[in-house]
């Protein structure tokens, strides 16, 4: 998801790793026992046909990523000769920290997250966007709490979850410093919000959703605060360097998913169903929020990931900078992915 502020996209959990690489080792064994149990998707025997070794994509749980289930649910990758497998993971950082433990080959994850893990993993490599919004990520208050004033303690997730919190504070004229910040995974912040532990919390679907049945409300999205986010396709230096091509096709397989995605949002929402679990009305509510476009990388987005840098570094969540143009492969989509 790219965290802009004060720009809207063109159509419109725990501490950020990088304190420690001993954190990030503990990080990476969560990932490990979190894949074993939440085990991988695919189309039955559709992508049985693919050749090659199998290529694993980490993606959370989400209707965001309705393009990844849409393709395996139809068989694309494999028609595009290419042997994937989706891993589930919760979300959040834990779909890159797969990559980086070597359980995953490729994942998808907000640039906010992905920013914070690049800066100890300098092998994480950005390929590209594959989706973009300012509207799926909403403001979820509890019961009680009709105004931002009200607000003493704010539930996060990593990346893209704390830097809209810090944002949506400020735009309303409250310094972050004077709220309790507590940091956990997604599936956590609908419970504390029903018990009253949190005030609110800012997250995508079905989160957001969950908050409201635990007698929350919806009190606003990203973008009226300035904020918004792209997803990325991630990998790991050390394979991609050797399967450039093979990566390639799946980007190409997701960029054609996205525009089913985006033509058809039910046929998507019944994909995800099968795949995830997810009700398809639910779903098909919550497509049109996102932007699904596949492209490569340009200035805006460097300039947007500098700014998020900026944050990270302020709150003292990175000790140091990763080299964009480095981490942030331009071009790539252009030459293997086009």
Known sequence: MSVKRNARPASAAGRVPGRAA??????AALVLAASCSAGSTDSGGANAQAKGPVIRI???VDPAYAPLYLAVQRGMFAKAGVNVQLMQTEGGPTAAQ????GTAQISANADSTALSLMANNANLRALGVFQSSDRYLKVVLRKGVD???????????????????????????IDPADVKIAKGSPPDMPGLLGRGSIDGYILFEPWAANGVKEGGHIAGRIGDF?????????????WLSGHDDAAGKIFKVVAEA???VAKDPRAAAEATRRQVKLPVDATVKVLP???????????ADYASAGREL?????QGLIKARPDLRTVMVRGWYERYAR
């Open 22 to 27: 001993g954190a990030l080792t503990a990080c």
């Open 58 to 60: 980490a993606a959370g």
């Open 98 to 101: 797969a990559v980086i433990a």
């Open 147 to 173: 105004a931002p004033k009200q607000i003493r303690t704010m539930g996060s997730i990593q990346g893209i979850g704390l830097y809209a919190t810090h944002a949506y504070l400020k735009h309303n004229g």
């Open 226 to 238: 300035g904020v918004g986010y792209v997803q990325w396709l991630l990998a790991d230096q050390k």
């Open 258 to 260: 996205d525009r089913i």
């Open 289 to 299: 929020e996102i932007d699904f476009t596949a492209r490569g990388f340009t200035d």
């Open 310 to 314: 900026d944050f990270l570094l302020g």
